[in-house]
């Protein structure tokens, strides 16, 4: 079964403007969790989707918004871009439901703010 | 707030030693306890996870202990090699799927 993936992996973006970053998940798996992770401030939570709808989400401006997709796959955007914004873009899925199950990480996207 | 506290930030251990990670979390809720292992470039990885309904887990040479009453959970990697070197966080999670994590652990395994 093929892991999480994550497009691109890489990405250079100039303050000010927007970004899309992608995430395809486990095949079967309905939710889908996007975290920061910064050497400071570790592995932040920005927001999980479970069956296209948002179900959590963690303390992030409103310039960080995502959706999730009828077959599960999901977006996470960015606007206005900051220099703060550098970091790792993480997507992780689990199967979904209430109870909490394994969860899966994608490589990650490395954004970088000029 | 810090919902999974960690420590210590970081870890020097002999080959074939015995590295150890704490965590402690106040959450009573959180139902769901994994560890995770990231290389330098890579996504976190699932090393091995346990539920408060039992107090030990062994996987190889991973192995978690439990303290409910305590809240707190711990990570031993007996027989710690060179490829064990990796940064290390444990998380937390409740119902509704919402994961927590500590802020990580640099080991350093020295051959």
């Known amino acids: 079964k093929a892991g999480v993936t994550q497009t691109p992996r890489y990405l250079i973006k100039t303050r000010g403007q927007q970004v899309t970053l992608s995430c395809s998940p486990i095949s079967g798996h309905r939710s889908v969790s996007w975290y920061q992770q910064t050497p400071g401030q570790g592995l932040q939570f920005l927001f999980e989707y479970f069956s296209e709808t948002q179900r959590n989400k963690g303390n992030f401006p409103g310039r960080f918004s995502g959706r999730q997709f009828s077959n599960s796959r999901s977006e996470m955007n960015v606007s206005t871009l900051e220099l703060g914004d550098s970091a790792l873009y993480l997507c992780?899925?689990?199967?979904?439901?209430?109870?909490?199950?394994?969860?899966?990480f994608g490589p990650g996207t490395r954004l970088t703010v000029t | 707030q810090q919902q999974v506290k960690q420590s210590p930030q970081s870890l020097i251990v002999q080959k074939g030693g015995i590295s150890i990670i704490n965590c402690a979390y106040e959450?009573?809720?959180?139902?769901?306890f994994p560890w995770y292992q990231q290389f330098p470039g890579k996504g976190p990885a699932l090393l091995i996870a346990?539920?408060?309904?039992?107090s030990e887990k062994k996987e190889g040479r991973f192995t978690i202990s439990f303290n409910k009453s305590a809240k707190q959970f711990s990570l031993h990697i007996m027989d710690s090699q060179p490829g064990d070197s990796a940064t290390y966080f444990c998380a937390a999670s409740r119902p509704g799927n919402q994961f927590y994590f500590g802020t990580g652990t640099s080991l350093t395994v020295i051959p």
């Open positions: 346990i539920r408060p309904d039992v």
């Open positions: 992780a899925s689990t199967l979904g439901g209430n109870s909490p199950y394994e969860q899966y």
């Open positions: 959450n009573t809720a959180f139902d769901y």
